[in-house]
Every structure is written in C-alpha cells, then in structure tokens.
Nanobody
Framework: QVQLVESVGGLVQPGGSLTLSCAASVSIFSLNPMGWYRQAPGKQRELVADITRGGSTNYADSVKGRFAISRDSAKNTVYLQMNSLRPEDTAVYYC???????????WGQGTQVTVSS
C-alpha cells in the first residue's frame, strides 16, 4: 500500500505563487508516473502535470509556462510549483501515482487551493 501525503494548500491572491508537495511512502522510482490532478466545483477531475520515472514531464495546456513539476528522490517527494495563479486555478489538488509493479493507482487526500483577492 502506497501512501501519498500532500502539503496544505491555501488562499493565494491572483498572480501569486504556491508550492505543493507530495511525499510518497515508497521510493518514487517505483511509481510511474507521479503527478497532480485537480477538481474544481462542478467540474471533472483533470490532469495538471505529471512526471515519469525517467523524468519526462507533461502539463495541461492551461498551466504550461506557469506551473512546474519536480521531484526530490532522496525525499520521495514530488513538488508542484504554481506561479501566476489565476482564479480559475481554484480547485482541490490531488497527488496521484501509479505503481510500476501491479499498476495500481494511488491518490492523496486532496488539498484546497483558492485563488482570490
């Protein structure tokens, strides 16, 4: 069983920045990919960004150039740096990982990010 523990989100003003972290209970190299999804009220959960075991990254068009996903393998942690935040980025953000062995999907508990003045 893999546990994903996310950092607390928060309230940010438009144009501001926030970094989320997701700590895995196993080596992140046993997870492929790891990433972040988000779900806004009344909308479906959508992929924000992910990173493969090999280090390749993928971003939703809506966040390209503003968000950056990275990892620290020594800490088994993946980060989502969010810059130039917009009100439409308001959502619950979920850390996600798929196990290399078995292909099981794991989710964090979700953390609220609110962008508002």
């Amino acid at each position: 069983q893999v546990q994903l523990v996310e950092s607390v989100g928060g309230l940010v003003q438009p144009g501001g920045s926030l970094t989320l972290s997701c700590a895995a209970s196993v080596s992140i190299f046993s997870l492929n990919p790891m990433g972040w999804y988000r779900q806004a009220p009344g909308k479906q959960r959508e992929l924000v960004a992910d990173i493969t075991r090999g280090g390749s990254t993928n971003y939703a068009d809506s966040v390209k150039g503003r968000f950056a996903i990275s990892r620290d393998s020594a800490k088994n942690t993946v980060y989502l740096q969010m810059n130039s935040l917009r009100p439409e980025d308001t959502a619950v953000y979920y850390c996600y990982a798929r196990a290399v062995y078995g292909g099981y999907d794991y989710w964090g508990q979700g953390t609220q990010v609110t962008v508002s003045s």
